[in-house]
């Protein structure tokens, strides 16, 4: 039984590492898309993790409070946030690679397993959705470093 656990605790660590996760990897699918060079996108470290929170942070910024009745009644298990910190190099508008971090978040209040592709467009990279993203590309979005 102790050599189950062990073997699929492995495995599981094995597979976060490889962005085999769907969450794990539709953050990394989101960080690609705003570089300039995604072919470049070099993953160095991830760190994963799950925190629960509450319905007041999972549901703010919802228009209206039939809304947000709505989303408790639906709502299939505890409210969590993934968090996906990935710190990769890639390289910039001039051709220097250069090192960045992201932080990647989903909140929700349902079964937290999606595919890939829909994924997507719901994770927010560094506080923003894809939609988020300045208008005048991807590009220049890169370029600024964050400090933590």
Do not use: Q
Not at 38 to 46: A, D
């Amino acid at each position: 039984m102790r050599l189950a656990i062990l073997v699929a605790s492995l495995l599981w660590c094995e597979n976060a590492l490889a962005g085999e996760f769907p969450f794990v990897a539709a953050c990394e699918e989101a960080v690609k898309e705003r570089l300039v060079a995604p072919s470049t996108y070099r993953r160095i470290k991830l760190t994963e993790a799950r925190e629960r929170i509450t319905f007041d942070e999972l549901l703010a910024g919802e228009a209206s409070e039939n809304v947000k009745k709505l989303m408790r009644r639906a709502a299939t298990r505890e409210p969590v946030r993934m968090v996906a910190l990935f710190e990769y190099d890639a390289t910039n508008a001039h051709g220097v690679p250069i090192r960045l971090k992201s932080r990647c978040t989903y909140e929700t209040a349902s079964d937290p397993d999606f595919d890939v592709e829909t994924a997507r467009g719901l994770v927010k990279i560094d506080g923003k959705h894809v939609s988020g993203w300045p208008s005048e590309g991807a590009a220049s979005f890169t370029l600024k470093r964050r400090s933590d």
